[in-house]
């Protein structure tokens, strides 16, 4: 819940209300406890929103999904260049990040939006920050509920300790491109991390950072697992079994 909006009386009365009998339902009491929030509550919220224009680069789902809401700002350098310095001149004004309901605007949109904020004054700024917040958590939530399962999981396993393997530095690339990171949770596992759009046939690779997991005493400080994708309507789950002298991988379900 907090992945859709870092306030926690948000996400504590939402989670209150359970069990909600249908989506709508839970949408409508959400929109509710938005509506309810506090400016203090709602600086919570923003401050947990990276930048327009710095897409961050975790593997959590809520890194996840600010990549997809701000994929239609372009990253050439003149555009980039006026988000930061109009980023910049909004924070010495408002003293908090610039928020907008990103996803669908382009990048002419959005610095047209952050320009015209300037022009505002607090008080009618912070009522449309609260809206920008209150779509964007809606949004959120409403893919935290009906979005497919992740394109590609793993799940990683210490033999030698016999319990998952935590924390275990991940990545997936596709050529020359890195297209996630993350560290596997307390069950070992990496869920939410690889983002749908983009997904496609093709070779990828799978990238275990054992080192870093058994403080360097591995002979394989990292593995690398190669695998095909032919059918990427297809969910993908691509488990490790590893110990300090080997490992095993295949394609799970």
């Not at 929103?49 to 999904?65: A, C, L, M, V």
């Not at 999981?153 to 991940?170: C, I, N, Q, S, Y």
């Amino acid at each position: 819940m907090l992945a859709c909006c870092a306030a926690p009386v948000w996400a504590e009365a939402v989670a209150a209300g359970r069990p909600y009998p249908d989506r709508t339902a839970l949408l409508a009491a959400a929109d509710a406890a938005l509506r309810r929030l506090t400016w203090n509550d709602v600086s919570l919220a923003i401050a947990a929103h990276p930048r327009i224009g710095e897409r961050p680069s975790g593997g959590d789902r809520e890194s996840n999904w600010s990549r997809q809401e701000q994929s239609g700002v372009a990253a050439d350098a003149d555009t980039l260049t006026a988000l930061k310095r109009a980023n910049l001149d909004y924070e010495r004004r408002f003293d908090h990040v610039f928020l907008v309901f990103a996803t669908g605007k382009s990048q002419a949109e959005i610095l047209d939006a952050l320009r015209h904020r300037l022009d505002n004054d607090a008080a009618t700024e912070q009522r449309v920050v609260q809206e920008e917040l209150r779509k964007i958590a809606l949004l959120r939530l409403e893919r935290l509920v009906t979005d497919p399962t992740a394109p590609l999981t793993t799940h990683v396993l210490d033999l030698e300790r016999g319990r998952p393997a935590a924390g275990v530095a991940v990545r997936l690339e596709r050529g020359a491109e890195m297209l996630a990171k993350g560290r596997t949770d307390d069950d070992g596992r990496l869920r939410e991390w690889v983002p749908a759009e983009g997904w496609a046939a093709g070779d990828y690779r799978l990238v275990f950072d054992v080192a870093g997991y058994l403080d360097g005493a591995t002979f394989f400080p990292e593995v690398t697992v190669g695998f095909r994708v032919t059918a990427p309507d297809q969910h993908h789950h691509v488990p490790l079994l590893l110990n300090r002298h080997g490992y095993t991988t295949y394609r799970g379900s």
